[in-house]
């Protein structure tokens, strides 16, 4: 599975950015996605992450009701839009697929099996 994020880049705090992350490589439907970051001096840590059919949604509590993970599996696409954006979210975003109980409502945080190489973001000023 290769997945390519894409959509980083300076914004100014309070500001929107949309990222994606395309697939291919593999059925990219039937599989949870998630968006993770890692800022400067810190280590990775979750974002978001969504269920195959996008009934199932979760997120870290720094970002809820700012951010929102959706995906289109007809275009083996997942998106994350950030509203709000603060200094604090500066990070290298990095999106993952989760390869195991496909079509299940299971959205983990933790063990994604395939990575994207990442899209940076810096909220400044």
């Known amino acids: 599975v290769q997945l390519q994020a894409s959509g980083g880049g300076l914004v100014q705090p309070g500001g929107s950015l949309i990222l994606s992350c395309a697939a291919s490589?593999?059925?990219?439907?039937?599989?949870?996605m998630g968006w993770f970051r890692r800022a400067p001096g810190k280590e990775r840590e979750f974002v978001a992450g969504?269920?195959?059919?996008?009934?199932?949604?979760l997120y870290v509590d720094s970002v809820k009701g700012r951010f929102t993970i959706s995906r289109d599996n007809a275009k083996n696409t997942v998106y994350l839009q950030m509203n709000s954006l603060k200094p604090e979210d500066t990070a290298v975003y990095y999106c993952?697929?989760?390869?195991?109980?496909?079509?299940?409502?299971?959205?983990?945080?933790?063990?994604?099996?395939?990575w994207g190489q990442g899209t940076e973001l810096t909220v400044s000023s």
């Open positions: 993952a697929i989760y390869i195991r109980f496909p079509y299940s409502d299971y959205v983990p945080i933790v063990g994604y099996d395939y």
């Open positions: 490589g593999r059925t990219f439907s039937g599989y949870a």
């Open positions: 969504i269920n195959w059919s996008g009934g199932k949604l």
